[in-house]
T-cell receptor, first 111, second 113 residues
Framework: LAKTTQPISMDSYEGQEVNITCSHN???????ITWYQQFPSQGPRFIIQ???TKVTNEVASLFIPADRKSSTLSLPRVSLSDTAVYYC????????????FGAGTRLFVKA | GAVVSQHPSRVICKSGTSVKIECRSL??????MFWYRQFPKQSLMLMAT?????????EQGVEKDKFLINHASLTLSTLTVTSAHPEDSSFYIC?????????FGSGTQLSVL
């Protein structure tokens, strides 16, 4: 299982773009990268998933370089409600991989 | 997205009693579900993998006789915390895969008095 490393915390202001990077140096060929958001006393919520290059959906973008040893979650124009913990998970989703969570990144958005 | 329903959302019990937590996949079938526990300000810790029709696989350090897991159908897994003690107080979360994505339940806050 690929180990992930993220910054422990980040601060931002409303309206700014936030980029959170995750390192996963031992990512395997079949592994996908998935990001989750978690609010206090709630289960994690799926944000975005990708394998390589760039993926974009209605809430975020995911940038994955060619070597796939890292990935960056980009949140455009954050608001106070984006204050949460963000987790990067790496694994073979086609095989239903066992999920090991890293420490995650606590994002605090200020007014 | 898919829905994983977890019940109850909060439970308070006396020390020594057993508590059952249910995890249901509402709009898909899940042969595998996962159970986690989370302490305040900490990350999720995987406790066990629940397999439909077979025994659960527990992570190292997790007492299988303490945390009983039953996955009797393709849409339901249960976690029973037996003879609960205050140190078992935690936030318990389940998850299941569908469409190559992992979806989580809303969690159960267990408080043992």
């Amino acid at each position: 299982l690929a180990k992930t490393t993220q910054p422990i915390s980040m601060d931002s202001y409303e309206g700014q773009e936030v980029n959170i990077t995750c390192s996963h140096n031992n990512i395997a060929t079949n592994d996908y990268i998935t990001w989750y958001q978690q609010f206090p006393s709630q289960g994690p919520r799926f944000i975005i998933q990708g394998y390589k290059t760039k993926v974009t959906n209605e809430v975020a973008s995911l940038f994955i370089p060619a070597d796939r040893k890292s990935s960056t979650l980009s949140l455009p124009r954050v608001s106070l409600s984006d204050t949460a913990v963000y987790y990067c998970l790496v694994g073979d989703v086609t095989g239903g991989f066992k999920t090991i969570f890293g420490a995650g990144t606590r994002l605090f958005v200020k007014a | 997205g898919a829905v994983v329903s977890q019940h109850p959302s909060r439970v308070i019990c006396k020390s020594g009693t057993s508590v059952k937590i249910e995890c249901r996949s509402l709009d898909f079938q899940a042969t595998t579900m996962f159970w986690y526990r989370q302490f305040p300000k900490q990350s999720l810790m995987l406790m066990a993998t629940s397999n439909e029709g077979s025994k659960a696989t527990y992570e190292q350090g997790v007492e299988k006789d303490k945390f009983l897991i039953n996955h009797a159908s393709l849409t339901l897994s249960t976690l029973t915390v037996t003879s609960a003690h205050p140190e078992d107080s935690s936030f318990y979360i389940c998850s299941a895969y569908t469409d190559e994505k992992l979806f989580f339940g809303s969690g159960t806050q267990l408080s043992v008095l």
